[in-house]
C-alpha cells in the first residue's frame, strides 16, 4: 500500500525542513538575510518582466528599490 511509505516520507521531509519552514527558530540577523535575499530574488524578477516590456513591474521595481535601501547590508552590496 502507497499511504504509509507517504506518511513515512512525510515524516523525514517534515523534520528535514523544520528549520526552514519556521523562522522562530532562526535568529535575527538569519532572518533578515532571508528577506534580503527574497527581495533581491523579486527585484531580479521585475527587471526580468521589465526587459520583456512588461511595464506593469515600473511601480513595483520603484518601491523595491527603496526597499533594497533600507535593507542594504555589504552582503547585499556583493549581488546588486
Not at 44 to 73: M, V
Amino acid at each position: 500500500m502507497l499511504w504509509p511509505v507517504l506518511v513515512d516520507h512525510y515524516k523525514e521531509l517534515r523534520s528535514a525542513y523544520a528549520l526552514l519552514i519556521n523562522e522562530h527558530q532562526n535568529s535575527a540577523a538569519e532572518r533578515a538575510v532571508v528577506k534580503q535575499a527574497d527581495a533581491l530574488c523579486a527585484y531580479l524578477k521585475y527587471l526580468e518582466e521589465l526587459s520583456a516590456g512588461n511595464n506593469e513591474f515600473l511601480l513595483a521595481k520603484a518601491r523595491l528599490e527603496k526597499t533594497l535601501a533600507q535593507r542594504h547590508s555589504t552582503e547585499m552590496g556583493y549581488f546588486v
